[in-house]
């Protein structure tokens, strides 16, 4: 860590300020006319038009304070989760908008930096999270930036061949971001596995962590909705695209909550459960949100997905680590992979029937592509993530803060007590 | 807790689902036409002109961040302040839509879903978490979905009562919301009046508690010009409204701090009034939002408020919880009831005055018709819930999330003791 | 503080609101038609056009969470950094819109207020929570009322001159609010220096306090393109001035964090660092942010803003205490001062360089105007602070809330060690 980070860090940045400087200019408002339609619509249905960068601010209050405190839950891993967060978020956005820019550059071989742009650099950002929820506690910044870069990469590759090439609809994202990014990340996961960190003593929340960890939960649960609309066409698509995600989670709540209890000792919630099932209705509908599913269709996705999120969480998580090898920190396969794949599923049918111009074939294809390059890719990362210079943590300093951050720690626990015993006496005298 | 809780919670949602199918479809932005008048505002004001769906996400922030974190204050009960909070809302928010809609069909007996039903299903939800605060940390999640279910309906009538029947204004739905949720929720509580709970040693703050609940004031604050400015008129109205608010919010911060230190020992700030009393000119204001008040009538109005509703917290809950078996947990008889029917006079008056179209007797009709369903509701509510088959939390376990929550407790605690011992005797070696 | 505060917040609410009703009143958008300019481009640009209310909210959960939940990184000082903050912002709005509407007043004598006239007062407000930080602490809220007012009485003159006599830009107010803010706290904070708070055992962290200022800092750091991009004129600028920032700020985190690993010990991240430097790249965009400087150049500014502000935070600011006699508990100096400066010049050399209409000449008084109206006013305003009788805190009971606040002390300490014998005996039986 030493001097690793910071060089690694300043020379990834300096790169990037390069390759701006050479293709990423301002959106002018003229030449990139694409946006042409939306003007027309706008005026056909201008009050229930959410304004784009409206939609990307929510999109970035989830990226930064969903993502980064939902994994807040771990006991003595904060710092890291929403400061890692941060650092990997900042990273990848710029990352992001050079490696999808690249395959749509302009004829004057530019970028053209809007509001849109700012929204898919975002959202290429949110596969990096989803997997980094995969390897929490295990790996160092430096392992965390390389899969950064090679991640969105690889994202950027299949983006452009499921929407470009394939022309399958995914206006969510449950394939090409969520299955996408939880299968890259188990895969990473799985190449990394370390039988010691079995049972972790860090590995695991307290009280207040717990709290922590639903401020993300919360912000990701209320603007989900922005999420799988903000790239949707304004108008009815869009509103229908809103509609169904917030129904569709709204029946998620219910359903998590349900088997949450029902599976769990006396009948009692689990915290895990409720901070991440209640989001798989969001990331299941994310492929069918702008088709015509009706209210009454979304809501029974997130019905399903509360439903097999939870169920994972209790059943198929500890499989996964005991039997596969898959150390899935924040349970990612529960939230993302298999609501993702749900999402895909949903949507083949939801064209099969019509619900939306497309090809069933297509849309099997993208999901097939999106499981294949994250599996192939992350595997890949992983074996380079795995070269023993990267200063991964040693098996008892993984889950701790302390290893990568100055923590106040002594002085805070000595104080708690002083200021305990300090009372305790205040008390008696 | 053990099967009664996830049967309700499924059937509950499949009854939902099933309503939905056959009631509630998309709009369609065509035969749905009603908000022409929007467009032509637009137009005049398009700058100033807040997007709807932009206003709702700020009520949702509201509901789900501002409500579910204000109630975290109570030392033990946080998971339930927020996560209960959460489940509430989102079976809240679809019942809402329905019993709303309901009043309101289409020609085709549909109800078309569009960003500002959206709203009004916040709206209605709103109603429930403020009862939910009168009886935090009493009763069972069964209790409160049955809870949710009838204060949901009888909101339906007054509301359709209020605006349809009566035609009064309550933009800001002092009336209609806050002080029918908070007088909704006192009958309910008085009905359940528990002597045993009175100095219950859970009922109380700790230091990092009181800061999350901080987390939801002041997300509430910032957005309740939003609140009640989201289905007032857009152009002159919906600005007046949001400056009425803003206005009335920062003057009762001022005069809530000044009362709190007045009237506590040494002249000390009281954490319960600033989470709460703060806010009480939001509510105050709401009737009179969209009215020709003035920014200085607004201020004058969340001046007094702040006063009436830190009083309210000082002096008058302890005598309803001592004298009338009324025990408010959050103090909503502070925020939300008096408040709220200060608001209500504001509105009489202001309609007497000429500040607004309509009739101040119609407007004492919508304050006297939503304090009589609200007592009447809440009493019959309360009764209900009363029955003993819920599963209601035996007095000691209240205020206490180990009853309803997997709670990292043991485990914490030790660790935590573990972690300080650990702390000193590296200090000492 | 037993009658002061109270007597002084209560008669300055009361000035106020008296003040309102002369001069304060609603913008009717039919004299006040300004913003015709507006209008035209919002056709030209309308998607990408986001809303000034929008932008008004993102402005304003900055001041209230942003600024409130940053400094409560203090351990025992969380209910005075967001309580306090609530309280200064509360008043500060309402007097800045007397205090910069009183330079244009229309003519009828009156302050219309809207949006705008909303955001330049949040703007105001921010100067004074810049200046807070730098005397965290070590103020009683009489003295920080007396600042309140005095600064934002100077804060409306120096921007007067800059924005309407000098004419230079500063869209993002690198100098008229953060480098003004910061060298204004920075002279109060000099004159009220107390060798006897060097090292203050308060005056530090505990795990949850700085994970809760982290949700201020990511707060801010998401919203900073609305802040430098809410008064830029619509169209191509402002959308320019909302990528510069974001660039700026995704730079300025890698540079932030990499100084941080390589100044400090082994290599760790030290929380103070990120928590504000990460920041600094969207001070020192500010001025800049809305000139055609291109996305490299945005970035280039953040990443030198990171560098210089953490290597103030371990360099500089321990000189500054120990040999200059300024204790600034945020670290302002690094957060705004040095980077607003920086803002500053590079505006000079962008205007003189022809990326904006302008005059660098103009740009450097104004840049001269900020810090001399910051350093005159903050000593003439510490003087009045330090005379006897506004309660300053006495040295032992600096940082700590429990002179000012009810703290759930006692109790919380024992029943926190309670709770953990508790659970010992427990896990023994």
């Not at 639903?214 to 695209?241: E, H, K, R």
């Not at 993302?336 to 019509?354: D, F, Q």
Request: aromatic share 10%; charged share 15%; glycine share 10%.
């Amino acid at each position: 860590m030493r001097l690793k980070f910071p060089i690694l860090a300043l020379t990834l940045e300096i790169i990037t300020i390069i390759l701006f400087s050479v293709f990423v200019v301002y959106d002018d408002g003229e030449k990139h006319d694409g946006h042409g339609d939306h003007e027309h619509v706008s005026t056909v249905n201008h009050v229930q038009h959410p304004s784009p960068y409206a939609l990307f601010q929510d999109v970035h209050v989830m990226i930064f304070i969903g993502f980064g405190f939902l994994m807040t839950f771990l006991k003595r891993y904060g710092f890291s989760s929403v400061g890692l967060n941060l650092l990997l978020a900042a990273f990848a956005l710029q990352w992001g908008l050079l490696m999808q820019g690249l395959w749509h550059l302009d004829a004057d071989g530019k970028i053209r930096v809007d509001v849109f742009k700012m929204i898919n650099a975002d959202f290429s950002t949110a596969t990096v999270l989803i997997s980094f929820g995969a390897v929490l506690g295990k790996t160092s910044p430096v392992q965390l930036l390389i899969m950064t870069i090679l991640e969105i990469t690889i994202f950027g590759i299949n983006e452009h061949l499921v929407a470009n090439v394939l022309g399958a609809n995914d206006v969510g994202a449950s394939m090409i971001i969520h299955a996408f990014g939880a299968y890259f990340g188990l895969a990473v996961a799985r190449v990394l596995y370390r039988p010691a960190l079995r049972d972790h003593e860090n590995n695991g929340s307290v009280y207040h962590s717990d709290l922590f960890a639903m401020i993300g939960t919360v912000f990701l649960w209320m603007f989900w909705p922005s999420f799988n609309s903000a790239i949707a066409n304004p108008g009815a698509d869009q509103l229908m695209a809103v509609t169904n995600t917030y129904f569709s989670l709204a029946a998620c709540v219910l359903s998590a909550y349900a088997i949450s209890s029902l599976v769990e000792h006396k009948g009692k919630l689990d915290m895990v459960h409720i901070q991440n099932a209640t989001l798989a209705g969001g990331v299941a509908v994310g492929t069918c949100a702008d088709m015509n599913i009706g209210p009454f269709g979304a809501m029974l996705i997130g019905f399903v997905a509360g439903i097999i999120s939870t169920l994972g969480f209790k059943f198929l998580s500890p499989i996964l680590a005991s039997h596969l090898g898959i150390q899935d920190t924040c349970g990612v396969h529960n939230l993302h992979g298999m609501p993702g794949i749900l999402g895909g599923i949903a949507g083949i049918v939801a064209v099969a029937m019509g619900k939306k111009n497309g090809s069933a074939a297509m849309q099997a294809c993208a999901l097939a592509s999106s499981l294949g390059f994250a599996l192939v890719g992350g595997a890949i990362t992983g074996l380079i993530m795995k070269l023993p210079f990267w200063g991964q943590p040693p098996d008892q300093n993984c889950f701790d803060d302390s290893i990568y951050w100055e923590v106040p720690e002594e002085e805070e626990a000595e104080e708690s007590l002083a200021h305990g015993e300090h009372s305790t006496n205040k008390a008696e005298a």
